[in-house]
């Protein structure tokens, strides 16, 4: 197991009307003058965001607001966000939706407190401070609600990179499964995938003998697996939206990958995806997984046999572990084609001869991508064609 | 899934050596003047204290110490901790040690910024502040280095008693597993029986539709099983250590028990056993979980197959679930005796002639014991003859 730090100071608030409980949280917390930062108008339209404004005003909260993040959330309204903070002193951001609004309110809370541009911080530049950033989780997917992360897309170029620090971890994120019960069921399903696809780049390592996290991680997929489906039968299971909603949380706040080399490759191989065409973020990762799992296969043959047994329930072959190896990558592809998910780049819209474009987008040089396999651009070249 | 708050902003340094950041984290975390406190030779034979004090020094920062803390630790040393609190002016309590220790830390920490006597807080009265604590940790059994609780005997009646409060969080713990490696092996085994104890007390529930925290759950248990015998075969096995180090943080700083009832019912019962006896808490839950199960089983049968099932690999019975159910608390008997513990009361130096003072010693009257079960008086007799 490698040495590692873990800090997820969250306070997560979770269960039903717990969204009413906002303003005290707020307080807190320390804020007194708030950004609220949200997406398309079904925050309004369910009242989820005049429920917000009367437990802020009921704490004399002083707010005004921001809406308009779309999926793979732009600079364009980063850039909005942050000239409204420093031209009203904003000293606190609530994040009200999924992935995306999370995603662009740490941003925002980054630039607030840099007189340079935001875009720095994507391009590498360490993060020192940011503003609190909380959270009111609309879509049960990105885990940006317990994590580390942001990922913007800047429309100079349709670059997609992502800023780290413990600094954007959210003080505090209220998670109330009802507010998942409307999603039409394709999000749901790239909500799970993208949940999946957060364990599977910590479960693809090097590092040996960390039964620990592996047991974690194989524990996450399992409820995903099995909750998924029922979610999509029903949409109004609270049970099921419940498990998936802290699925979604313990995927990716790094409980279940400290201590190991992680992967992230497929995700930078998707972020050029959902840059070139503005795909759903889940729907592509449901596109390049496998087909980095088969070109990795071979890599390190028992670890996908063990996760095509404890996870997907493969009888193991002993004298054939590659079959079961293979046989994990299939029965994932069915489960992905059983949730809607698309598998392939024509399910998703992507085009075989944009695979260049991709590739070159990435700029990756002689570096290589990923952990468990160090990618090549050529290696990168195959995956794509891959999942053609 | 019942609604709830998860919060734990512990800083963990997990890994080789990190005890020499020490200074920087107690820095870091505001300390200026701080209290070691330690139990035995141990730490300092091994030079684990002095390594600390380097550490400390080399961030002038000043510290005086306290060891002497025994296992089941007492409230006579926490009172003198208190006081030299109090007339040094302490700001920051760094426990070296085992659960007992840290636990003992947290008590002098509550009665350092109380005019009363500290152990109100063990007898209800509710936790508002404490100085903050850090832990070094040597022993992996407790979790007390990532959770709100802390335990105490009181001398007077030898009353064994929890305190619990958000405010009890050690604001960092430093967990190298080398630390570890000295350990006898019946002390690696009770530190292991006590954190499967703390899944199973949350993993034996009424709450329905908890897959993602009952995964978790499992796959903690399946990481003890599978790793303590190796850490007993060899106790310098490092990547056995580091898994075991981890599980008990995650086994009992709730990450696994949240949004669940949870019984607490046998940690009870064996806090009058070892408050009685003087036993090791590990070893006192060895023997007081098989009885609890068998008496409890027919409140839920399906539960105890599917732990039956999934932790211990048992084949399930379809015609006759009980008897997985049976199969799955023998599993975890034959488990304990080949780890070295007892799972008898004789086996533990306890007395059948002794059961009416552990029940009035428990003060139950009127009310009840855990959740899973709601426990009467006669209903704890029975479980304790039955351990007989």
Not at 156 to 184: H, I, Q, W, Y
Not at 257 to 272: A, I, N, T
Request: with cysteine.
């Amino acid at each position: 197991m490698n040495n590692f730090n873990f800090y997820s100071p969250t306070h997560f608030v979770f269960g039903k009307n717990r969204e009413n409980e906002v303003g005290t949280f707020v307080k807190r917390f320390g804020g007194t003058r708030v950004l609220i930062h949200f997406g398309g108008g079904s925050v309004v339209k369910s009242g989820l965001l005049n429920r917000v404004k009367t437990s802020l005003a009921a704490e004399n909260i002083y707010f005004t607001e921001l809406g308009g993040v779309l999926p793979n959330p732009r600079s364009g309204l980063v850039y909005k966000g942050i000239e409204i903070c420093k031209q009203e002193n904003i000293d606190f951001i609530l994040a009200v939706g999924g992935g995306s609004v999370i995603d662009s309110s740490k941003a925002i809370a980054l630039g607030a407190l840099y007189d340079g541009d935001f875009w720095d911080f994507y391009m590498g530049k360490l993060v020192e401070k940011a503003l609190p950033v909380a959270t009111i989780l609309t879509i049960s997917a990105a885990g940006s609600e317990g994590s580390t992360g942001s990922v913007i897309t800047h429309e100079n170029g349709m670059l997609k990179r992502a800023a780290n620090s413990d600094a954007l971890r959210p003080v505090f994120s209220v998670l109330n499964p009802e507010l998942t019960c409307t999603l039409p069921n394709y999000q749901t399903a790239c909500g799970a995938t993208d949940m999946m696809a957060h364990v599977m780049e910590r479960y693809f390592t090097n590092t040996q003998n960390v039964e620990i996290t592996d047991r974690l991680c194989e524990g996450i997929l399992l409820t995903v697996i099995k909750e998924t489906p029922k979610a999509l039968a029903d949409s109004t299971n609270y049970e099921s939206r419940a498990n998936i909603m802290w699925a979604g949380m313990v995927a990716h706040n790094d409980i279940c990958g400290v201590g190991r080399d992680q992967d992230w490759s497929s995700h930078q191989m998707e972020h050029e995806l959902s840059g070139l065409y503005d795909v759903a973020h889940g729907a592509g990762l449901a596109v390049i997984f496998p087909a980095w799992m088969k070109y990795v296969m071979n890599h390190n043959v028992m670890r996908f046999a063990q996760f095509a047994v404890r996870v997907w329930g493969c009888e193991m072959d002993f004298q054939s572990p590659e079959k079961t190896a293979i046989q994990g990558i299939e029965r994932y592809e069915q489960f992905m084609t059983s949730i809607g998910m698309p598998i392939r780049f024509s399910e998703l819209g992507a085009k075989a001869e944009d695979i260049p474009t991709l590739v070159k987008t990435m700029q990756l040089g002689n570096r290589t991508l990923g952990s468990f396999v160090k990618l090549t651009e050529e290696d990168v070249r195959k995956i794509y064609e891959l999942a053609v």
